[in-house]
């Protein structure tokens, strides 16, 4: 079994910083991609941004040079820094890995239970 566990979230005013992290454990072989995604109130759910093994990312058009994904190979564990937060970046966010749990098996979509983002005044 393998658990992604997310912090960080909480409420920030409008132009504030926000850093969240997850961290992966469990039967874990290797990591491939992570991710971020989010889900606000009444929309469907949207990728924020990825990060490969090797480092390579990409980030949702809305982004827009605010955030930042980062990932620690050695600790099972991805990043979001997210800077210049606006009130329409209020959602959950989700983290998630493709994860290989051993040699022998092929990759499986692992996601996290989500944590609370509210950009307000």
């Known amino acids: 079994q393998v658990q992604l566990v997310e912090s960080g979230g909480g409420l920030v005013q409008p132009g504030g910083s926000l850093r969240l992290s997850c961290a992966a454990s469990g039967s874990i072989f290797r990591i491939y991609v992570m991710a971020w995604y989010r889900q606000a109130p009444g929309k469907q759910r949207e990728l924020v941004a990825d990060?490969?093994?090797?480092?390579?990312?990409n980030y949702g058009d809305f982004v827009k040079g605010r955030f930042t994904i980062s990932r620690d190979n050695a600790k099972n564990t991805v990043y979001l820094q997210m800077n210049s937060l606006k009130p329409e970046d209020t959602a959950v966010y989700y983290c998630?890995?493709?994860?290989?749990?051993?040699?022998?098996?092929?990759?499986?979509?692992?996601w996290g239970q989500g944590t609370q983002v509210t950009v307000s005044s």
């Open positions: 990060i490969s093994r090797g480092g390579i990312t």
């Open positions: 998630n890995a493709d994860v290989r749990r051993n040699i022998w098996d092929s990759e499986t979509d692992y």
